[in-house]
C-alpha cells in the first residue's frame, strides 16, 4: 500500500501539491498592486501619557522603537527601544513589554542595558578614537530573521564617535551599526575596537567621507530603522532607511536614504540606493535621496518603512523640518509605494495635527520637538506592519533625561469611497473545477467579478499573526461571507477571490464579496455535502490532475519537462483535491481519513489505497494504477473521483473547457 504522506499547512507558500499551485495560477509573495487604494486623510489623534519605568531609564526614547507581537495570542509585545538610565550611563538597548500600549513594564530575564557603547559621551581614549560605536550604541529597529528559528533577531543601531584626534565634541561621524542575538533580544555581542568592528558586530552603512581627524560638522548615515521584505522568488531582504548627513556642503539639508541586503550568511552585503537602483557599497558607497520633492528640500529625518496589510501598499512615515531650532516647524509626512525594488514612492503628504514648533535644548545641543523618532505599531498585525488604524510612540522634548517625554498617539488612515465590486453571473464555483456549484463545507471555492480586491496576491505568515487556529478571512481588504458568514481567503486580485466554504453550509450558498467595506451583489450557487473535485496543473490547454508518483515527478506530457513522465501500471500516485466530504471551514485543519473512495481512469474503476484530509480544504488521494492497463493502448484517460455516490466531473472548466486526463502507458 502507498504510505500516507503527510502534509502541513504551507502559510504565506502556494497552496499545493509538490510546488504545483491549486487554486489560482499566480505566485506573488508580496501584493502586486493593480489598482491603487487612494489615502483620503492620515490623522493621528491628541498626545496620551503612556506608564514606563522612567525613574530606572528616564531617556527613553533615542530612536525609533521597536514592537516585536506575541508568540501566542494575548501574550504581551516585546519592545525594544533606545535609552539611557542617565547623563553619567551609557546609551544603550532597553527591552519593555507591554499587552495594552498603555503600560510598559521590564520582562523577565533582561538587563539593562543588554548592549552599549565601550565609552560615555565626553570620553575620549586613544586607543578607541576609531571605533565606529565609541560614544553611541542604541537600537533603531530590532527584527526577526526569517531565515532562522524564532528568537534569532537583528539590531539595525546608531553608532557614534564624537572623539576627532582624541578630542570630544557634540557633532558626530556616524554610521549604522549591525549586531545579533540568539536568545529573543537577552544578549549581545561586546563591541570591539576598530573602525570595522568584528564579525558579529560591526558598521554596515557608512558614508563616504572617512572618520575625521579633526573638528567637523555632522557627519554620517544615520538614524536607522529596518525592515524585512520577501520577494517573488522567496528571498528575504534587509531594507535599511536612515538619514544621510552631508559634509562641506552649505546649506545642504539631511537626506532620507535606503539600503538592503539579501539575509544570510554573514556578512550581509547592504547595497544603497544611488540614481535609480540599489548600485553603491552600504560602507564609503554614496548616498542618494529615496523620496521625490520631499518637504522642498527641508531636512528629513526620523523614517521608518512598514507595509500596510489593508492599503496593500507600503509605507514610509519620516520628520520634515523646516528652518533652524527656535525658529522653525517640523511635521509628520507619509509616502507610498509598490515595490521596494523599484522605490517608487509617491510625493510626500503631511500627516494632519503633527506641525509643531521646533525650540532649542536648554543645553543648547539640539533642538525640541513633540514628535521626534515616531514609531508604528498596529495591533494584531505582525512585526513591521501596519493597517488602517495603530498607534505612533515617539519622544516628546529634548534628548536630555528630565526633558523627554515617552508618548504615543493614536492614528486613523481612511480611504476614497471603494467602488463596489460585481460579481459576474455563473461564477460560483468549486475551486478545483471551476464548475458552478458543488459549495460543500470547507472545500475551496472562488468567485469572479470586477473591482474584488485592490491587489493581487496569496495569504502570507503575516496575515496569520494573533489568529491562534483560525485562518485569515481577510486580505488587504478583501472578505467573503458565505450565508453571512466570514469566510477564509486564501487569494484575491481584481477579477477573483478564492476562499474556503463555511462549516454548516446547506441547501443553497448566497455568496457576497466585501472590498474595504463596499458590499458587492449576491451570487447564489447549490451546496453540497459531497462535492469532489481534483485540482488541475494545465500544461498546453491539458488538464493533467495535480499528482505526483513515489520518486518525486510529476504526472504529465514528458515532452513538456524532464520533471513530468506518464503512469505506468504498478505505480503509486499522489494526488489532490477538494470537496470529498464536509469539513471544519475556517480553522488549521485535523488530520483525518475519509472511506469508500474511488478512482476512476478511463472505464476502469477501483477503490484508492487511501485518501484523507492533509490540509486546508485539501484531501490527499493515493491510489496504484492497476495492472490492466498493461493490455491497454497508451494514451490520455478521463479521470475521475467519486465518494458516497457522487462522481468529480471529468470535463472542468478551463480555458478552454476540458477533460481532466492522465496519461498512461504501458
Same mark, same amino acid.
Given at each position: ?64 522603537? /521597536? ?130 568592528? =568584528? ?21 554620517? *548615515? &544615520? ?13 528575504? $531582504?534587509? $531594507? ?34 544611488? !540614481?535609480? /537602483? ?6 564609503? =558607497? ?139 453571473? =455563473? ?25 474584488? &480586491? ?15 487556529? !483560525? ?68 500544461? !498546453? ?9 513515489? *520518486? ?49 481512469? =478511463? ?29 491497454? &493502448? ?33
Amino acid at each position: 500500500m502507498t504510505s500516507k504522506r503527510k502534509r502541513v499547512l504551507c502559510v504565506g507558500g502556494v497552496l499545493g501539491a509538490c510546488g504545483i499551485a491549486l487554486l489560482v495560477f499566480h505566485n506573488p509573495a508580496r501584493a502586486q498592486q493593480t489598482a491603487r487604494l487612494q489615502i483620503k486623510s492620515f490623522s493621528v489623534g491628541p498626545d496620551t501619557t503612556v506608564s514606563y519605568p522612567n525613574s530606572k531609564i528616564p531617556a527613553l526614547p533615542d530612536e525609533h522603537t /521597536s514592537f516585536l507581537p506575541p508568540a501566542t495570542p494575548g501574550g504581551p509585545y516585546l519592545v525594544f527601544g533606545a535609552a539611557s538610565a542617565g547623563a553619567n550611563d551609557p546609551w544603550g538597548v532597553a527591552v519593555l513589554q507591554t499587552t495594552d500600549f498603555a503600560t510598559f513594564t521590564f520582562p523577565a530575564g533582561y538587563n539593562f542595558p543588554e548592549l552599549s557603547s565601550p565609552l560615555l559621551f565626553g570620553q575620549c581614549i586613544a586607543a578607541d578614537n576609531t571605533t565606529f560605536d565609541e560614544n553611541y550604541a542604541a537600537p533603531g529597529s530590532v527584527v526577526q530573521d526569517p531565515t532562522l528559528p524564532p528568537g534569532n533577531l537583528i539590531m539595525l543601531y546608531e553608532a557614534e564617535t564624537h572623539c576627532p584626534g582624541g578630542v570630544y565634541q557634540f557633532p558626530f561621524y556616524t554610521t549604522t551599526g549591525f549586531a545579533r542575538s540568539s536568545d529573543n533580544g537577552k544578549t549581545w555581542p561586546a563591541p570591539v575596537i576598530g573602525a570595522l568592528g =568584528g564579525p558579529s558586530r560591526h558598521p554596515i552603512l557608512q558614508p563616504p567621507e572617512p572618520q575625521p581627524t579633526a573638528p567637523h560638522s555632522y557627519i554620517g *548615515d &544615520a538614524i536607522p530603522s529596518g525592515f524585512v521584505d520577501k520577494t517573488a522568488n522567496g528571498d528575504y $531582504y534587509l $531594507y535599511v532607511s536612515y538619514t544621510h548627513y552631508f559634509v562641506g556642503t552649505a546649506g545642504a539639508s539631511p537626506q532620507i536614504g535606503v539600503a538592503r541586503a539579501k539575509l544570510g550568511a554573514d556578512p550581509l552585503n547592504f547595497q544603497k540606493w544611488y !540614481n535609480g /537602483s540599489f548600485s553603491e557599497p552600504g560602507i564609503g =558607497g554614496m548616498d542618494g535621496s529615496a523620496i521625490p520633492s520631499a518637504c522642498g528640500g527641508r531636512s528629513q529625518f526620523h523614517s521608518e518603512i512598514s507595509y500596510n496589510d489593508d492599503l496593500g501598499m507600503y509605507l514610509l512615515i519620516f520628520l520634515c523640518q523646516n528652518g533652524l531650532a527656535g525658529s522653525g516647524t517640523a511635521a509628520w509626512y507619509y509616502s507610498t509605494a509598490s515595490s521596494l525594488d523599484l522605490q517608487d514612492w509617491t510625493a510626500p503628504q503631511m500627516i494632519l495635527n503633527t506641525q509643531n514648533p521646533v525650540t532649542v535644548c536648554p543645553d543648547g545641543n539640539g533642538g525640541s520637538y513633540d514628535g521626534y523618532y515616531p514609531s508604528t505599531v498596529s495591533p494584531g498585525a505582525a512585526a513591521g506592519h501596519t493597517k488602517l488604524t495603530g498607534y505612533f510612540f515617539f519622544l516628546s522634548g529634548c534628548g536630555v533625561p528630565g526633558n523627554r517625554q515617552f508618548l504615543s498617539r493614536a492614528f486613523t488612515i481612511t480611504t476614497q469611497p471603494q467602488a463596489a465590486p460585481v460579481l459576474t453571473s =455563473g461564477t460560483l464555483a468549486n475551486g478545483a473545477t471551476y464548475v458552478a456549484g458543488g459549495l460543500a463545507p470547507g472545500s475551496w471555492a472562488l468567485v469572479k467579478g470586477s473591482n474584488i &480586491a485592490n491587489v493581487t496576491r496569496i495569504w502570507q505568515a503575516f496575515d496569520f499573526t494573533g489568529l491562534g487556529n !483560525n485562518l485569515p478571512t481577510d486580505l488587504s481588504g478583501t472578505e467573503v461571507k458565505v450565508n453571512g458568514i466570514p469566510a477564509a481567503v486564501y487569494y484575491v486580485s481584481p477579477s477573483q477571490v478564492s476562499f474556503q466554504v463555511p462549516s454548516g453550509i446547506s441547501g443553497t450558498a448566497s455568496v457576497q464579496v466585501f472590498n474595504n467595506g463596499a458590499a458587492s451583489n449576491t451570487l447564489t450557487a447549490a451546496a453540497a455535502a459531497n462535492a469532489p473535485g481534483i485540482f488541475p496543473n494545465i500544461v !498546453n490547454k491539458t488538464n493533467y490532475p495535480v499528482a505526483v508518483f513515489l *520518486d518525486g515527478e510529476y504526472v504529465g506530457d514528458p515532452s513538456v519537462s524532464a520533471a513530468y513522465r506518464n503512469a505506468k501500471p504498478g505505480d503509486h500516485v499522489v494526488m489532490f483535491a477538494t470537496g470529498l466530504v464536509a469539513v471544519p471551514g475556517g480553522v488549521l485543519p485535523v488530520a483525518q481519513t475519509v472511506s469508500g473512495v474511488t478512482v476512476t481512469i =478511463g472505464t476502469v474503476t477501483f477503490p484508492v489505497d487511501f485518501a484523507g484530509l492533509t490540509f486546508v480544504g485539501e484531501f490527499q488521494i493515493n491510489f496504484t494504477v492497476p495492472q490492466q492497463f498493461a493490455t491497454m &493502448a497508451a494514451g490520455n484517460y478521463p479521470l475521475s473521483i467519486q465518494v458516497n455516490g457522487v462522481s468529480s466531473p471529468v470535463t472542468i472548466n478551463s480555458s478552454p473547457p476540458g477533460p481532466l486526463v492522465i496519461p498512461v502507458q504501458q
